[in-house]
């Protein structure tokens, strides 16, 4: 089992540009989050998806929309990019259990730049 | 507001030496708790968590947490450290029966051989 697979590995972005940051899991779990992660700030949600069809905001989705496609696949797009956007991205699901996620399993992230 | 609070920004231990990574939290609904370790250029990986029951709880490596309700903590610790430990650990309570997740800022663990 491949786990949480993300792509692409890096992408460097100028002002105002969009780009879609695609992740897929096969371990067949519900839920699945787009996080993103600064320096000195640990994690942040951006969105979640807590089973297939249905996304909500986290705490910081202001700038990106996402998309569950099926139950393997998140995306995350960025409709014009801002050097505020710079960080590393991470998505990862968990085994939604009834009274709420489990533990996580992430990807190896997307590292995004913004000029 | 909810938050966490991981007080080091790192900590540094000898080989050998037990670790103590500290953790504490203001989350209403009394959350499930976790810890998460981060290897360089890696993406986040699960160590432990607390549900309910025994406050001691163990999970991957020979790593342990203490749950104190009172205190609203959930310390990380380690009987005897190995340099392999040294990376970046996470607390992170989520809310209970929901999906959210907090993670504090993150500790830097340095073991030194």
């Known amino acids: 089992n491949a786990g949480v697979t993300q792509t692409p590995k890096f992408q460097v972005l100028k002002t105002g540009q969009s780009m879609t940051l695609q992740c897929a899991q096969d371990?067949?779990?519900?839920?699945m989050y787009w996080y993103r992660q600064d320096p000195g700030m640990g994690l942040r949600l951006i969105y979640y998806?807590?089973?297939?069809?249905?996304?909500d905001k986290g705490e910081v989705p202001n700038g990106y929309n996402v998309s569950r496609l099926n139950k393997r696949e998140f995306s995350l797009r960025l409709e014009s990019a801002a050097p505020s956007q710079t960080s590393v991205y991470f998505c990862?699901?968990?085994?939604?259990?009834?009274?709420?996620?489990?533990?996580?399993?992430f990807g190896p992230g997307t590292r995004l730049t913004v000029l | 507001a909810q938050s966490v609070a991981q007080p080091e920004d790192q900590v540094n231990v000898a080989e050998g030496n037990p670790l103590t990574v500290k953790c504490t939290y203001s989350?209403?609904?009394?959350?499930?708790l976790f810890w998460y370790v981060q290897y360089p250029n890696r993406g986040l990986q699960f160590l432990l968590k607390?549900?309910?029951?025994?406050?001691l709880v163990k999970g991957s490596y020979g790593f342990e947490a203490e749950f104190n309700k009172s205190q609203t903590s959930f310390h990380l610790k380690k009987p005897s450290a190995l340099v392999s430990d040294s990376a970046l650990y996470f607390c992170?309570?989520?809310?209970?029966?929901?999906?959210?997740?907090?993670f504090g800022a993150g500790t830097r663990l340095f073991v030194k051989a």
């Open positions: 990862a699901s968990s085994d939604s259990q009834g009274q709420g996620a489990g533990e996580q399993f």
């Open positions: 371990m067949n779990h519900n839920s």
């Open positions: 998806s807590a089973s297939e069809g249905t996304t």
């Open positions: 989350v209403s609904g009394n959350p499930y």
């Open positions: 607390y549900i309910t029951g025994d406050n």
């Open positions: 992170a309570p989520q809310e209970r029966g929901g999906f959210k997740t907090i």
